[in-house]
């Protein structure tokens, strides 16, 4: 059974799309049957070129990525979520998305990353913190993978991702 994860920041253009496309490159790299998906509360409309960039980079299709609304994920067909991860950083005092929605009622953790749409340092700089935040994604991302999804209760899943999160 497909284990959906869902992605949120605010905008959906950079944070939540690179996690998106890290774990569906490393799910299907490594044979697990877990699906991405992202999303915002209040989504741009536009995907970040440094968000696409670093993840064409590393060697990962984005033809079909858009920014779109978490409302997608509660309405009748759906994904059934088993996870929903929130990747803005609070520490930032960004305004995180709450997810409701959905069938059922999925995991949810905090995973915060700092916006490096505000890096400094020009084109250079903000590419270098585009690549820095997509191999850190990427970290976490495999570490969520290595965990047995389908047979963890949701407490001991809830309590994994937030130790995933705090490392």
């Known amino acids: 059974m497909t284990t959906h994860v869902l992605i949120l ?8 799309v690179l996690s998106e496309g890290m774990l569906n490159h490393l799910a299907a790299k490594l044979g697990k ?10 989504p ?10 670093a993840l064409n980079n590393a060697g990962i299709d984005t033809a079909t990525y858009r920014s779109k609304s ?7 067909g759906a994904p059934p979520l088993s996870i929903v991860i929130t990747v803005c950083d609070s520490a930032a005092a960004e ?5 409701f929605g959905g069938q059922g009622q999925p995991v949810k953790v905090h ?6 749409s505000n890096a400094e340092g020009g084109d ?13 994604i990427g970290y976490k991302m495999l570490q969520l993978l290595a965990l047995p999804l ?3 209760s949701k407490e001991a899943l809830r309590t994994a991702l937030e130790d995933i999160g705090r490392a």
């Open 95 to 99: 305004t995180c998305p709450v997810f």
């Open 124 to 136: 250079e700089g903000k590419r270098r913190a585009f690549e820095l935040t997509r191999q850190a």
């Open 33 to 42: 049957d877990v699906k991405a998906h992202s999303a915002g509360s209040a």
């Open 150 to 152: 389908n047979t963890m």
């Open 44 to 53: 741009s409309g536009r995907l970040n070129p440094f968000a696409i960039e």
């Open 9 to 16: 920041c605010t905008h959906n253009s950079a944070r939540s």
């Open 70 to 76: 978490w409302d997608e994920f509660s309405v009748d």
């Open 111 to 116: 995973w915060g990353y700092p916006d490096p």
